[in-house]
């Protein structure tokens, strides 16, 4: 049995209908699902690009990475120059993902 049996139609001119189908796709859902979400009162956002998953992934990998150096760093006493130097250079990697991903 349906979990939905329920069937709403709504008549629309053609710039209505295109609208509403750019506007689903704008947040990466059908306009079944879009729709829904409207009635329910959900705040829509546009989906983020593909890239922003892999440059989050990066980012998370580069904050691991620095907070083990701040870690060591804080056992020690003492930061190596070499630590500090993967530091800068792990900062200004995530800086270059940031600013080539906007």
Known sequence: ?????RHVSVWMNEQEYRHLKKQAEIAGLGMDPFIRSLV??????????DTYAALLRELSAIGNNVN??????????????AEIDEAVKLVRQAWRLVKDTL
């Not at 150096?69 to 003492?78: C, D, F, L, S, Y």
């Open 1 to 5: 049995m349906r979990k939905r049996n």
């Open 40 to 49: 329910l009162g959900v705040q829509l956002r546009p989906r983020p690009p």
């Open 68 to 81: 083990q150096i701040a870690h060591n760093t804080n056992a020690n006493k003492a930061a190596a120059q």
